[in-house]
């Protein structure tokens, strides 16, 4: 899914040999655009995407990084009730499902939802939704016990504008943040075609979703962003070679 000046496939065969193999191996980020950041999508489309999303996001386990970390982080005492926040919410699923699993054990996990998505509230009704850019969050200091974000990295433009995430998550984090996102892989790309072929995912969907894959950075690229934003603490860990993720303790 790209915009309308650009087709699915444009670009990932351009370039000289060593280009060529730069782009096969993945050893550069790809800048072209997904369709889904389009601002000319219908709200049709957006639903249509989200709910081809939730089915991706079923099938990968999308809130297991989340229901496995989040109590190593604090431990689970400090996991009883929890005030959360997670950075481009997408339909706010993630949120209702880490706070029906939490509920499960007896906890309560509040969420709020922040992202630029024009049908949040259409979306996810009922939730705590911010219409909001993960870059200027409208919070103060130590807002939220937890801040958390899964597959939103990648959509994000540059190293400077996921520096500026990172120091804006770890902002208005009171305990803990939790970054997810996609990790930069021939193998995943070809997993994700894999299954997204299986599924008979519309063609826009899947050239989005192997776009997604490869404007993700990866394990050492963050390490390194993370320590320029000011988290030289962080951890930075890769995990089956498919996702990266980021956990900071305060």
């Known amino acids: 899914m790209t915009s309308a000046a650009t ?3 444009e670009g990932l065969f351009d370039g000289q040999r060593s280009g060529l193999l730069a782009t096969m ?3 550069v980020r790809a800048t072209q655009a997904e369709y889904f950041d389009a601002p000319e999508r219908t709200v049709d489309e957006l639903r249509e995407s989200y709910r081809w999303l939730g089915r991706v ?3 990968t386990r999308f809130d297991w990084p989340f229901r496995t970390w989040i109590p190593r982080l604090l431990g689970e005492a ?3 009730e929890l ?6 919410a997408g339909d706010g699923s993630l949120g209702r499902a880490l706070a029906a699993w939490a509920l499960e054990r007896g906890w309560k996990w509040t969420f709020t ?3 630029l998505n024009p049908i949040l509230d259409d979306l996810n009704p009922g939730g705590t939704n911010v219409r909001a850019s993960a870059l200027d969050l409208p919070f103060p200091d130590g807002r939220f016990d937890v801040v958390i974000a899964t597959t939103m990295t ?6 400077a504008a996921v520096r500026v995430h990172f120091r804006e998550a770890h902002r208005v984090a009171r305990r803990a943040v939790l970054l997810c996102d996609l990790q930069r892989s021939p193998l995943l790309l070809g997993w994700l075609w894999l299954l997204l072929t299986a599924i008979r995912a519309p063609r826009e969907f899947k050239a989005d979703g192997l776009i ?4 993700g950075w990866r394990a050492d690229e963050w390490r390194r962003i993370a320590a320029s934003a000011g988290l030289p603490d962080a951890r930075v860990w890769e995990e089956h070679g498919a996702r990266v993720l980021l956990a900071a303790a305060k």
């Open 154 to 159: 990648h959509h994000l433009g540059d190293d």
């Open 25 to 27: 191996f993945l050893r």
């Open 212 to 215: 997604s894959v490869r404007r």
């Open 78 to 80: 400090a996991c009883r």
């Open 83 to 88: 005030t959360l926040l997670d950075l481009g």
């Open 113 to 115: 939802n922040v992202d």
């Open 57 to 59: 996001n079923r099938i």
């Open 7 to 9: 087709k699915p496939h």
